[in-house]
């Protein structure tokens, strides 16, 4: 996971920044860390070719709709999702998704 992260820019979408900001028991420090990520981070807004791949999702695999934004921000930008809740998005076609806790060394 490292090494993805290393070598990479992070890219998340605006509802998985909302997500983060929104966490009730982050401490100050968890705060401070979800701050320097985020800035770290490419954040997709919903723009015009976004907003018509959440359409396609919620349609065709009824998707909840933040579970949608963020599937469509990555395929939009033909990245991989990286997330442990893989169940959510596994059954979307053509969507790339890795669940670091099951990443080996």
Do not use: G
Not at 40 to 61: A, P, T
Not at 66 to 82: E, G, V, W
């Amino acid at each position: 996971m490292s090494n993805i992260i290393n070598s990479h820019q992070a890219a998340i979408s605006i509802i998985t920044e909302i997500e983060l900001l929104c966490w009730k028991s982050a401490t100050e420090n968890d705060i401070a860390v979800i701050n320097n990520f985020i800035s770290d981070s490419m954040v997709y807004q919903l723009n015009h070719n976004i907003k018509w791949k959440i359409i396609e999702i919620r349609k065709k695999y009824r998707s909840m709709l933040p579970d949608a934004i963020i599937a469509a921000s990555a395929l939009a930008n033909n990245h991989i999702l990286i997330t442990n809740n893989v169940s959510d998005f596994d059954r979307i076609f053509k969507l790339k998704v890795i669940d670091p806790f099951k990443l080996t060394k």
